[in-house]
């Protein structure tokens, strides 16, 4: 039986700040602080370097999910975090999205995420992987420990 392993979207597969720089200068302007909220971001943004090409060779050896939250003042989020899976990651996530703001009510072997004490991800029964830190700074490096 494969392992499961849940990979977060945002600042983990998605590069959240390419949506701000595509924001005109109304909207960033409106929706600093709390840019997340702003109508059709997260349709704007683009794949982390390595992201997509890791999660479809992970698909391969793991049980592999795609767990995010989205905002709650936000519903276009719901189907632009939908559609971005849809239309990067293709067959390798058909069906297998999970929008939550309880990480931890997912059970599962690891979690790769950029943010370790928010939303669940400090309850999170398996291992979770710090993205971003400084022993996964990059894609290259979770890959090598998954692998």
Known sequence: ??????????????????????LDDSKRSAFEGHYDDTPGIFALME???????A???????????????????????????????QKHLGSPAYKRLILSH???????????????????????TGEVIHYGSDTYPDWSAVMRYLL
């Open 55 to 85: 999660f479809t060779s992970l698909a391969e050896v793991y049980d592999a999910y795609i767990l995010s939250t989205a905002p709650w003042h936000n519903p276009s989020a719901w189907s632009d975090k939908l559609e971005w899976v």
């Open 1 to 22: 039986m494969k392992k499961i392993l849940y990979v977060d979207l945002d600042n983990t597969l998605v590069n959240f700040q390419s949506g701000i720089d595509k």
């Open 102 to 124: 309880h990480k931890n009510l997912n059970c599962g072997d690891y979690l790769v995420d950029d943010r370790i004490t928010a939303r669940g991800v400090d309850r999170f």
């Open 47 to 53: 794949p982390m370097e390595g992201g997509v090409e």
